[in-house]
C-alpha cells in the first residue's frame, strides 16, 4: 500500500497598481491623492496615512509639511494622517542602518497602521526600498503609497515591486517582492535635485534603451546635451518613457525574479560592487553608469558589438557629465571587482546570468565571464575617461 499522499496547491494573485505622473500634488486643486483614496476607502472604516520622509528633499521643501496637512484635512472622513513623521536620511545609508527600517516597523506599531491603512514614503530610491521593506514585513504587508523625488526613483526602481535594505555588506541582501499600491510622480520635485542626483537617473534609462530600444538610445544621444543643462521639458520624456519600459519588462517577464534572468540589471553587477568598493561615495546612477560603459566595452571585446558603438555609448555619458572610472575598479589587479560576479550569482540564484548587448538596443544573456578580459575592459575605460570622441 502506497503510504505517500500529496496535495498540490496551485493560486493566481492578480496585482494591480497606477503609476501616475503629475505636478504640484499637495496643492489643494490637484485632486489626484485625494481621488486615489476615495476610490480606495473601504465601507465604515477610517484608514490612517504615515508618513516616511527623506530628509534630505525635505530640507529643500520645508513648506511641505503645512502643504500636506492642509491636503489631508478636506480628507478627514476618509483617512487620517499620522501628525508625527518618520524622517530619515536618504542615500544607502538608510539601507545600511538596520536602525532606519525598525524606526519606521516601531512607529506602524505604535501607530497602530493596520493592513488597510497607508505607509506613504516620500524620497530617492533608497529611501522608498528601505520604507517599502518596513512595509512589507509589518502585518504582513502595510499598504505603501510610493512618491518618488529623483529621476532614478521616478523612472525606475521607484515603479518596479522590490523592496530592500543591505546587510553583512551586500547591497538588497534582505528584501522582498511586493508591488506598492500606487506611485505618484511628481514632476516639480527634480527641480531641487542637486547636478548628481539629476544626472544619475538618466543612466538607468540609458539602461533599458540599450538593452531593449536603439531608437530611445538614439533620442537620448540627440537630446544628451539638453539634458545635461537640465532642460524640463526633455526630462519630462525621459521619465515616463523610461518608466513604461520598466513596467513593460516586469508584466512580462518575470517580475518575482523566480529565474536567474535579470534583463533590467544590465552593468550592476560591477555597479553593486563598486558602491561598495567606494563605501557609496558614488551614487547608485553614478556607479552604474560605469557598470554599463564596463560591460559594453567587454561586448566588443567578445566580439559583440563594434568599437564605433561603443564610443557612442561612452560619448553620451561624457556629454552627460558623467565620470566613467573610478580608481577602485582597478585595485587589487581589478580582483575587488571581479568578487562581484560570484556576489551578483549568489544574488540572483543559480547560475550566473549577465546581460552584454550584441547591438545597440539588444541584449544578450550570457553565463560566464573571462577575468582576463574583465581587466582588459577595466584599462580600455581608463583610458578612455580622458579620451574625447569624434563621431
Known amino acids: 500500500m502506497d503510504s505517500m499522499h500529496i496535495l498540490t496547491q496551485t493560486f493566481q494573485v492578480p496585482y494591480q497598481y497606477n503609476v501616475y505622473f503629475t505636478k504640484e500634488l499637495f496643492s489643494k486643486e490637484n ?3 485625494a481621488d486615489f483614496f476615495k476610490k480606495e476607502q473601504r465601507e465604515n472604516y477610517l484608514g490612517k496615512a504615515l ?10 521643501h520645508p513648506r511641505l509639511p503645512a502643504a500636506i496637512q492642509a491636503y489631508f484635512q478636506s480628507l478627514q472622513e476618509i483617512v487620517t ?3 508625527e513623521w518618520v524622517i530619515v536620511p536618504g542615500g544607502e545609508r538608510v ?3 538596520p536602525a532606519y527600517w525598525e524606526e519606521v516597523v516601531e512607529a506602524v506599531d505604535r501607530f497602530a497602521i493596520d493592513r488597510h491603512s497607508y505607509l506613504i514614503a516620500i524620497g530617492g530610491g533608497a529611501v522608498l526600498d528601505m520604507a517599502g521593506y518596513a512595509a512589507a514585513v509589518s502585518h504582513r504587508g502595510v499598504r505603501h503609497i ?3 523625488t529623483t529621476v532614478l526613483s521616478q523612472n525606475d526602481s521607484g515603479v518596479g515591486v522590490k523592496n530592500s535594505v543591505n546587510y553583512k555588506g551586500k547591497k538588497n541582501f534582505l528584501g522582498t517582492f511586493v508591488p ?4 505618484i510622480n511628481d514632476g516639480d520635485f527634480l527641480t531641487t535635485l542637486d547636478d548628481r542626483d539629476w544626472r544619475s537617473g538618466i543612466s538607468e534609462a540609458l539602461k ?15 537630446h544628451a546635451q539638453r539634458l545635461a543643462e537640465r532642460d524640463p521639458e526633455a526630462m519630462a520624456y525621459l521619465v515616463p518613457r523610461c518608466a513604461d519600459m520598466h513596467l513593460h519588462h516586469i508584466r512580462s517577464g518575470d517580475p518575482f525574479e523566480f529565474g ?3 534583463p533590467l540589471d544590465f552593468g550592476h553587477w560591477a555597479a553593486h560592487k563598486l558602491e561598495y568598493l567606494t563605501q557609496f561615495e558614488i551614487r547608485h546612477g553614478e556607479a552604474v553608469a560605469i557598470g554599463i560603459a564596463l560591460d559594453s566595452i567587454y561586448s566588443m571585446k567578445k566580439g559583440l558589438i563594434a568599437e564605433a558603438d561603443v564610443k557612442r555609448i561612452l560619448q553620451v555619458f561624457h556629454v552627460l557629465g558623467f565620470e566613467l572610472f573610478h580608481p577602485k575598479l582597478a585595485e587589487q589587479n581589478k580582483i575587488n571587482l571581479i568578487t562581484g560576479l560570484q556576489e551578483f550569482r549568489e544574488h540572483l540564484g543559480g547560475r550566473l546570468t549577465i546581460m552584454l548587448l550584441e547591438a545597440l538596443g539588444k541584449g544578450v544573456e550570457v553565463h560566464e565571464m573571462d577575468d582576463d578580459l574583465i581587466r582588459e575592459s577595466v584599462d580600455y575605460l581608463k583610458t578612455a575617461q580622458v579620451a574625447t570622441y569624434e563621431l
Open 260 to 262: 536567474s534572468s535579470r
Open 31 to 33: 485632486q489626484l491623492l
Open 146 to 148: 510610493r512618491i518618488p
Open 208 to 222: 533599458v534603451a540599450l538593452i531593449k530600444d536603439v531608437a530611445f538610445f538614439e533620442w537620448i544621444e540627440a
Open 51 to 60: 508618513i516616511v520622509i527623506d530628509e534630505g528633499f525635505l530640507a529643500f
Open 95 to 97: 539601507k545600511n542602518d
Open 180 to 183: 506598492p499600491v500606487a506611485v
Open 81 to 83: 494622517l499620522i501628525p
